[in-house]
């Protein structure tokens, strides 16, 4: 099954189960200071949960655009390290404003991956929430007879875990709830822990075992004191992350190798010359696609790379792209040329992208071009520096080279550490910060004058 069919079948399984479907809110949030990027499917719904919005439809599902690069979600270091994390990913969901709840939503769930999406019953497993004394929450049996009454999964694959994996919250107040979360047994051959004492177990801290879907059913609100008080009404708050049920239904190992990202990667080799293939190339590869997407469904919806905020974390994700694409070879803008593949793959679900093409590629390739000045010259700097620390024995690249880096050559401090971090050494980020501080001040004098 190709990517879009994925994403269109789940669609039109829940609009025949009564859903409306609705667009996805754009990556940058309209109406919500309080977000730099939309980070989940439930964003746009937030305003109901939290009874400031009417509801319109009791039912609804999409597929949200999400960007997590700052703050508590924050997967950038991660990306392309390993097989399944991104800066833009996709998340199907499905929502109950007060219309059904634990019943459907878990009957619903096992329907869709197992008779139309074919998954083996018996790699499946659904975890439920354990109950905590001090919220005064109970086991959630609820949750766990509805399993063993909708379903036919194994008995011994209902798995209670505490709040870390099986409670909800939206923030430190509001709505919120436990959850169920649905994992899949991809095989001993996908555990990438290599602790001698490690176990593989559903929640275990390997690959092994995946999360594919987390059924969220909010039914308490959390007061200014902490006490959890029963909401009038219960609601369903689904999330199921694209990319990974993809790799999944594709049979792929990695996120990477479906059809998501294959034809990017067949681009960037195109440009490059270089074959896609494992070590530090390999990484350079899917961190410039990941990249690519982020940059591109952000731009599409209004933000720009700039110097501050949402701006300045996008500038971030060029650079860091930019500089990977050094890692290929690559001494000229290149990667807005590679839009051409992204819009093939999701131009048909994200039409903005197609609408926007020619002027997210001059935006990408102007801020290519402005860095691309003094990228090399920040490279040779860089390792003239740290050849100079490791030449010393030490281990930590001096804050002020790294304020340099910056502040001359336009690096910002994590692609410096990125780069500390290929060589064995850390950043001596509190020098970084204190070298910061005295600009500011300095700049703060030059305006009072």
């Known amino acids: 099954m190709k990517s879009s069919e994925l994403r269109q079948s789940f669609l039109d399984f829940l609009k025949g189960k009564g859903h409306h479907i609705v667009p996805s809110a754009p990556v940058v949030p309209q109406d919500d200071p309080t977000l730099l990027f939309t980070n989940a499917g439930m964003n746009q719904f937030k305003d109901i949960f939290l009874g400031a919005r009417q509801i319109t439809h009791l039912r609804v599902a999409d597929s949200q655009k999400c960007i997590r690069v700052s703050g508590k979600h924050n997967d950038l270091e991660e990306v392309g390290r390993d097989t399944y994390h991104h800066t833009f990913f996709e998340m199907l969901g499905n929502w109950s404003f007060g219309d059904y709840f634990k019943k459907e939503a878990i009957a619903w769930a096992w329907e869709l991956l197992t008779e139309v999406w074919k998954l083996p019953k018996e790699k499946l497993y659904a975890t439920i929430f354990e109950g905590d004394q001090a919220d005064n929450v109970p086991r959630d049996d609820e949750a766990a007879d509805e399993w063993k009454r909708q379903t036919d999964i194994q008995p011994d694959h209902i798995l209670a875990f505490g709040k870390k994996d099986n409670f909800w919250e939206m923030g430190e107040t509001g709505p919120c709830g436990p959850c169920s979360e649905i994992h899949i047994d991809r ?88 074959p896609y293939s494992d070590g530090e190339e390999g990484v350079a590869f899917r961190v410039i696609a990941d990249h690519l997407r982020a940059l591109s469904f952000a731009i599409a919806d209004g933000a720009i790379p700039g110097n501050e905020g949402r701006g300045y974390v996008l500038r971030r994700i060029l650079r860091r792209a930019a500089r990977f694409g050094r890692v290929l070879e690559m001494h000229e803008p290149f990667i807005y040329k590679l839009l051409h593949s992204l819009v093939q793959v999701m131009g048909d679900a994200y039409p903005e992208i197609v609408q926007r093409k020619e002027y997210i590629a001059r935006v990408i390739r102007a801020e290519e071009e402005s860095f691309g000045r003094t990228l090399d010259r920040g490279i040779e700097i860089f390792e003239q520096k740290a050849a100079d620390v490791l030449q010393s024995s030490e281990t930590v690249f001096p804050g002020d080279d790294a304020f340099v880096l910056h502040d001359t050559f336009g690096f910002p401090l994590d692609l410096t550490q990125l780069m500390a971090e290929e060589k064995g050494l850390t950043v001596d980020v509190a020098g970084f910060n204190t070298e910061m501080e005295k600009q500011r001040q300095r700049s703060s004098r030059a305006h009072s004058v």
């Open 187 to 274: 095989g001993p051959e996908f555990c990438d822990n290599d602790d001698p004492a490690h176990v593989c177990q559903v929640n275990g801290g390997c690959a092994r075992y995946i999360e594919l879907w987390n059924l969220v059913f909010i039914q308490y609100n959390r007061d200014e004191t902490g006490a959890l008080h029963p909401l009038p009404a219960s609601h369903v708050d689904t999330g199921a992350g694209f990319e990974r049920l993809v790799a999944v239904i594709q049979k792929k190992a990695s996120n990477y190798d479906t059809d998501l990202f294959t034809p990017i990667l067949t681009q960037i080799s195109d440009l490059t010359g270089k």
